[in-house]
């Protein structure tokens, strides 16, 4: 949550506040000046944290441990689960390769410019 807490400010700190008042002044309301204009800047940061957050693995283990509901994350908990339940760790896996598949293949068209 950190890295995403200090990519995201530090997206919304150095935007260009006259998108979004151009935005405004054009007609859109709050909900689409966010989600047109404030929310495409913010996100190729966020796209960053989220890779980052899903192979984060051993500083996590190393320094903050393994507390069920206080550090724990997916990488964890798939390796937890490889050493007791190794189908669990299989569909652990599988959804996070799905998630990371997914997630940017549906926003492929925002980044490739195609003619």
């Known amino acids: ?4 807490v200090l990519s995201v400010e530090g997206a919304l700190r150095g935007a260009d506040q006259r ?4 935005a405004a002044t054009l007609g859109a309301s709050r909900w ?3 989600r047109r204009v404030t929310l495409p800047m913010v996100m190729p940061g ?3 944290c989220w890779a980052r957050a899903l192979g984060e693995f051993g500083a996590t283990i190393t320094f903050a441990g393994n507390f069920p509901g206080t550090t ?6 798939v390796y937890l689960a ?3 339940e190794p189908e669990a760790a ?3 896996t599988l959804v996070l390769l ?7 293949a549906s926003l492929r068209d925002r980044w490739v410019n195609t003619p």
Request: aromatic residues 6%; hydrophobic residues 65%.
């Open 98 to 104: 799905a998630v990371s598949v997914i997630i940017p």
């Open 1 to 4: 949550m950190p890295f995403l």
């Open 46 to 48: 966020a796209v960053l």
């Open 72 to 77: 724990r994350t997916m990488p964890l908990a």
């Open 19 to 22: 998108l979004e008042e151009a």
């Open 82 to 84: 490889l050493e007791t």
């Open 90 to 92: 299989i569909v652990l």
């Open 32 to 34: 689409t000046v966010f």
